[in-house]
């Protein structure tokens, strides 16, 4: 294991780990809210196993990264642009993408508009940014705590409020909790993860006209839990539509919204047989 400092293109610091032999086909692993790298600790073992090169990375605002000074510093496109500058910093043309929840949609970006880098997409939970915004109000009342999210210091306490027990009660997953909790304790940690919701899902993109996003240009695996809480199948089924090269769906039976940790030899399987197919 290599464990890389990478300056971002805005200055920004971010923690980067290498695993696997440096010969191996780069898979870069891009988690979501409100994880570290650490979240993919059973795929990093199964693929560095196989012989690729695997990077994962606390995404800006989180674990070991720094943290943006301001909400805008947490918008997704900023974060796409991570990717190009891991990317560039370890000296890797092209590599595998493999995004979970809020690491979806920057990889989403990259395999759209830094198509000529990315071998394949792979999407976990979260489909692409205009099937997600056009999945109806049966989502957004899924996406509820969203909106909450935006209400600065308020959503703080909710969350940590009686030792955590509103963020336990929202997000389930005990297994994972000791983890997230050592980190989210950390100063400043939490408000940092939300701006994320803040910078890109704010209540105003309910009414701002759609982004018209060229379509992917890379073959894409769409993979979501049965269970998922917080995402419908839809949205991940219908982003077949914004994908002009193949495109594949998974639905894990009994798998929830954490496919790293519910189902970890299901998703290793699933990534280790779409990984070999599109070298």
């Known amino acids: 294991m290599i464990v890389h400092r990478v300056e971002s293109a805005d200055g920004l610091g971010l923690h980067v780990v290498e695993s696997g032999p440096s010969s191996g086909t780069p898979v870069v692993l891009a988690h979501g809210w409100p994880d570290t790298h650490e979240v993919w600790r059973h795929q990093v073992e199964a693929l560095s196993t196989q012989g690729y090169r ?3 990375y606390d995404q800006r605002g989180f674990g070991r990264s720094d943290r943006p000074t301001d909400v805008a510093g947490s918008h997704v496109f900023k974060a796409m642009v991570d ?22 949609a920057p990889c989403w970006l990259a395999a ?83 701006n994320w919701y803040r910078a890109n899902m704010s209540p105003e993109t309910l009414v701002e006209p759609p982004r018209d996003l060229p379509k992917v240009a890379v073959p894409t695996l769409g993979v979501i839990g049965s269970d998922d809480w917080a995402l419908l199948e839809t949205q991940m089924v219908n982003s077949a539509e914004y994908v002009e090269e193949e495109f594949r ?17 299901y998703l290793n399987d699933l990534l280790t047989e779409w990984l070999a197919g599109h070298a």
């Open 112 to 194: 759209t508009f830094a198509a000529e880098r990315v071998l394949s997409l792979t999407s976990l939970s979260v489909g692409h940014p205009s099937a997600f915004r056009n999945a109806g109000l049966e989502q957004k009342q899924k996406s509820f705590y969203m909106l909450l999210f935006q209400f600065v210091d308020i959503a703080e306490e909710w969350l940590s409020a009686n030792d955590w027990a509103n963020m336990q009660l929202l997000i389930g997953d005990p297994d994972n909790w000791p983890r997230r909790r050592r980190e989210l304790e950390r100063p400043g940690a939490l408000t940092a993860s939300l």
């Open 54 to 56: 695997v990077v994962t």
């Open 83 to 104: 990717i190009g500058s891991i990317l560039d910093s370890l000296e890797i043309e092209r590599a595998h993408l493999v995004g979970h929840d809020w690491g979806s």
């Open 249 to 265: 769906h998974v639905s894990v039976p009994g798998a929830a919204h954490w496919l790293q940790t519910d189902r970890p030899g």
